[in-house]
């Protein structure tokens, strides 16, 4: 069942395989909780990472951990292979690299406050307008004036700068008020409380460590620990959203390889977009469109279809359907959109279908010879290889101990950056100020030592016991007037003398 070049999905009326020429042509996977999501994302997982292609996935409940070892096969695999079909069906492990952005259960993943930037950035803190135009000048000043920004300290430092020079700052780029610095910062303190002071700084995430093939020509399988992340939605679905941007700027084109350069899973999809402004929306809906260039492949796992925007969704070529319930309005209408995005089978009806669906049964779609979509087939998933369910807490001690990326981020980086500069200057300031205030001090106290030394010298001259002058005086007085008078005189014509044309 295992084929050069394509990965083998499950058995409909025939095998259902995957062409990894079209692996990059996106996907979605979904269905209702319970109904053998996570199994089939595994499936996945490990058929692209067999064939070389490295994955990164966001593991939401745990379960995905067990990737990394080979057990012995269960019951319920060895009874689902022999049920399909699958004669050459082994157990087996896959190299894998855990992450948390908290860095618990897995290595850091950290990225600057400048690499984020500020559109990104306005969505995790849920700023408004007029707060994000704020935000915006924040990073502009930053950029002409050099200043890196990397972790919180800096931003908030940053704000603090624009806010103490808000006129200058506003006539060149718009008001900066001092409710809208607040505001910002006080959102700050909130996501600080949640722990993305761990997620921003440095040693920043190289995108390379998320694409290394092991010795064996597998590729490693990067599990991002997200248990945690998401009791905050929206530092998940922006760091995902961030990490996707940075693969698009940082990737050559390559236009349509014969197998993906690197395959995203993003479970929980639906967090990308809830209450997602449109502009957020429209950007994802690019990256999706102009990623496939560069070879990178994006699949979605969510539980409805309805949870990604449809022109998100018109992206999505290879689709796996598991079963949905269609007991509210909501639902049918999600049955009915699913139902709609296959091409019809006709021996059933692919609407009533969904809802009938077992545990690891899903309805599957992929593209095809010249990149058409399959005719829909009602398909029993092929067990993972690899352990299904999580590993316990000293084998996933074990798997980072070898870890291709072990010390290379275990260890925070804190380089000169925006917050010691502006410190700083601040310093630099504050010394000006007070030297200029001792120095006036200094010069306020000579002028006052130098009159109390003016009227000591006054009053140590003899004074005369009379005020008449004596005859001496009357004579040099008499001719001091007398020579003061010519002078003036001379002076007044030559002047006249001028202005008659003298």
Do not use: C
């Not at 409380?193 to 290394?212: C, P, S």
């Not at 620990?225 to 998401?230: G, K, N, V």
């Amino acid at each position: 069942m295992l084929v050069d070049g394509k990965i083998y999905l499950g058995t409909s009326t025939r095998p259902e395989y995957l062409s990894l020429k079209y692996g990059n042509r996106h996907g979605l996977v979904t269905g209702a909780t319970g109904t053998g999501k996570t199994v089939t994302l595994q499936a996945l997982a490990e058929g692209f990472s067999a064939a070389g292609v490295p994955v990164f996935a966001a593991d939401i409940k745990g379960d995905l951990s067990g990737v990394a070892k080979g057990q012995p096969i269960q019951e319920w695999q060895t009874k689902r292979a022999e049920d399909i079909g699958f004669t050459d069906y082994t157990n087996d492990s896959f190299p894998v690299v855990f992450w948390d952005l908290f860095g618990k259960q897995g290595h850091p993943v950290r990225a600057t406050i400048s690499e984020m930037g500020p559109v990104l950035l306005s969505r995790i803190l849920d700023l408004n307008d007029t707060q994000e135009g704020v935000l915006n000048i924040a990073f502009r000043v930053a950029d002409e004036e050099g200043l890196l920004l990397l972790d919180l300290k800096d931003l908030r430092a940053m704000l603090v700068s624009i806010q103490e020079r808000s006129k200058e700052i506003s006539a060149r780029y718009g008001n900066v008020t001092t409710a809208s610095v607040g505001a910002i910062q006080r959102a700050l303190l909130v996501l600080e409380q949640q722990g993305a002071d761990n997620f921003f700084g440095e040693r920043a995430l190289e995108i390379a460590d998320l694409m290394r093939v092991d010795t064996d020509g597998r590729g490693f399988i990067s599990i991002l620990a997200a248990d945690q992340l998401m009791k905050s939605p929206r530092l998940y679905s922006t760091f995902l959203l961030w990490l996707l941007s940075e693969l698009f700027e940082q990737l050559p084109e390559v236009g349509d390889p014969d197998k993906p350069k690197m395959v995203f899973f993003f479970d929980e999809a639906h967090l990308l977009f809830d209450d997602a402004p449109k502009a957020l929306i429209d950007k994802v809906e690019q990256v999706v469109k102009l990623i496939r260039s560069k070879g990178v492949g994006v699949y979605f796992v969510t539980q409805n279809p309805i949870d990604i925007p449809e022109a998100v969704l018109a992206q999505l070529s290879n689709r796996v359907q598991h079963a949905l319930r269609a007991y509210t309005p909501r639902e049918q209408k999600a049955v009915k959109v699913a139902a709609e995005t296959f091409r019809p089978n006709p021996d059933f009806s692919t609407e009533e279908v969904i809802t009938q669906l077992g545990i690891g049964e899903a309805l599957v779609s992929v593209l095809e010879d010249k990149g058409i979509p399959s005719m829909v087939g009602r398909t029993l998933i092929r067990p993972p290889s690899a352990q299904v369910g999580p590993l316990n807490p000293a084998e996933r001690d074990a798997t980072m101990a070898n870890s291709p990326v072990g010390g290379l981020y275990d260890s925070v980086v804190d380089r000169e950056s925006a917050f010691e500069i502006l410190e700083r200057r601040t310093r630099d300031r504050q010394l000006a100020e007070e030297r200029a205030k001792y120095d006036e001090a200094d010069r306020v106290a000579a002028e006052r030592v130098a009159k109390e030394r003016a009227r000591e010298e006054r009053a140590s001259e003899p004074r005369r016991t009379s005020s008449r002058q004596t005859p001496a005086e009357a004579a040099m007085n008499s001719f001091a007037r007398t020579v003061a008078n010519r002078l003036g005189n001379a002076i007044v014509r030559g002047i006249l003398g001028s202005m008659k044309g003298r």
